[in-house]
């Protein structure tokens, strides 16, 4: 089992700055991927960001492309996902997700672990 939790949601005005971390606990002694999805009041849930247990694959939705940053500390077993020029658009419930093996998926069906969420909410 792998327990995920994310923390750094909240309000900010167009144009702002957020940072979300998401620790893992747990059986988490295998390579993993991580990824970040977000679903809007309404909508379905989307993929946002993921990162392959090297960093070296980091794919991004083009929504968000440019704007959003995902990193990872193996170390602190940590996700990161810093988020910068916010827009309205981007208010939703953001999840962090886990998936052990190395390759990098966009699809939620490939996640096995999922934290609870944090709310982020974008003013205009």
């Known amino acids: 089992q792998v327990q995920l939790v994310e923390s750094g949601g909240g309000l900010v005005q167009t144009g702002g700055s957020l940072r979300l971390s998401c620790a893992a606990s747990g059986r988490t002694t295998s390579t993993y991927t991580m990824a970040w999805f977000r679903q809007a009041p309404g909508k379905e849930r989307e993929f946002v960001a993921a990162?392959?247990?090297?960093?070296?694959?980091?794919p991004y939705a083009d929504s968000v492309k440019g704007r959003f940053t995902i990193s990872r500390d193996n170390a602190k077993n940590t996700v990161y996902l810093q988020m910068n020029s916010l827009k309205p658009e981007d208010t939703a419930v953001y999840y962090c997700a886990h998936r052990t093996g190395v390759r990098v998926y966009q699809s939620s069906d490939e996640y096995r672990y999922w934290g609870q969420g944090t709310q982020v909410t974008v003013s205009s």
């Open positions: 990162i392959s247990w090297t960093g070296g694959s980091t």
